[in-house]
């Protein structure tokens, strides 16, 4: 499968645990991102990056959320000290677009993490 | 801040009914603006995207768009439903130069056969 790949799939950590999430986007996408979505709502803005530079992160994420993307291939997203507000699934983007009348966001199946 | 907004949460229709999904943005300029799917067990999967010229976008599966600026809408359309169109749909937009993509909360669409 050469789609965008997520690890793990599903993860189950206690109150005031780090996680960390792995995405491996399609090869040769320079754009990728991270969303957050939970039942009934959208996907979320989190954070994203053109190669390994990261863009934006939303005003919306605490101190507690960090992303990198080191070599502008596979990016990584950490939370520390999970709280239960954060159980959500999280979705990963990439995209090889260079202008944004021909983005086309390629998503991962997502991390379902549950904070217990 | 570019955001959208859709205001059916959820929608249920019948075979053959027609559908309209309302989409709305907010950003004054140049946008970008996509309607993205997700069938159940699926990942999200681009339907079809307005980025300039003709105003009426046609997508996969005989799904429309139309882009009305006037009214900061992108409404998505479809003549004929099939059961197999259920899913849920969100409109997305970009907003002036290449930004971010932000996503509208979805509409969960059941069709009955």
């Known amino acids: 499968d050469t789609g965008v790949s997520q690890d793990p799939r599903h993860k189950i950590t206690k109150r005031g645990q780090n996680v960390t999430f792995r995405c491996d986007p399609i090869s040769e996408h320079n754009r990728l991102y991270w969303y957050r979505q939970t039942l009934g709502q959208g996907p979320e803005f989190l954070t994203y990056f053109q190669n390994e530079a990261q863009l934006e992160k939303s005003r919306l994420l605490s101190d507690r959320f960090s992303a990198e993307r080191p070599k502008g291939s596979f990016s990584t997203l950490e939370i520390q000290r999970t709280e239960q507000g954060d159980s959500a699934m999280y979705l990963c983007?990439?995209?090889?677009?260079?202008?944004?009348?021909?983005?086309?966001?390629?998503f991962g199946s997502g991390t379902q993490l549950s904070v217990l | 801040a570019q955001s959208v907004s859709q205001h059916n949460h959820h929608v249920i229709l019948s075979e053959a009914a027609s559908l309209e999904l309302g989409c709305n943005y907010s950003?004054?300029?140049?946008?970008?603006l996509f309607w993205y799917v997700q069938y159940p067990g699926q990942h999200l999967q681009l339907l079809l995207k307005?980025?300039?010229?003709?105003?009426l976008v046609k997508g996969i599966k005989g799904f429309e768009a139309e882009f009305i600026k006037s009214k900061f809408s992108f409404n998505l359309r479809k003549p004929s439903v099939q059961w197999s169109d259920t899913a849920e749909y969100f409109c997305?937009?970009?907003?002036?130069?290449?930004?971010?993509?932000?996503f509208g909360t979805g509409t969960k669409l059941q069709v009955i056969p």
């Open positions: 950003y004054g300029g140049t946008v970008n």
């Open positions: 307005y980025f300039s010229g003709d105003p």
């Open positions: 983007a990439s995209s090889l677009a260079q202008f944004a009348t021909n983005e086309k966001l390629f």
């Open positions: 997305a937009v970009i907003g002036g130069g290449y930004q971010k993509v932000t």
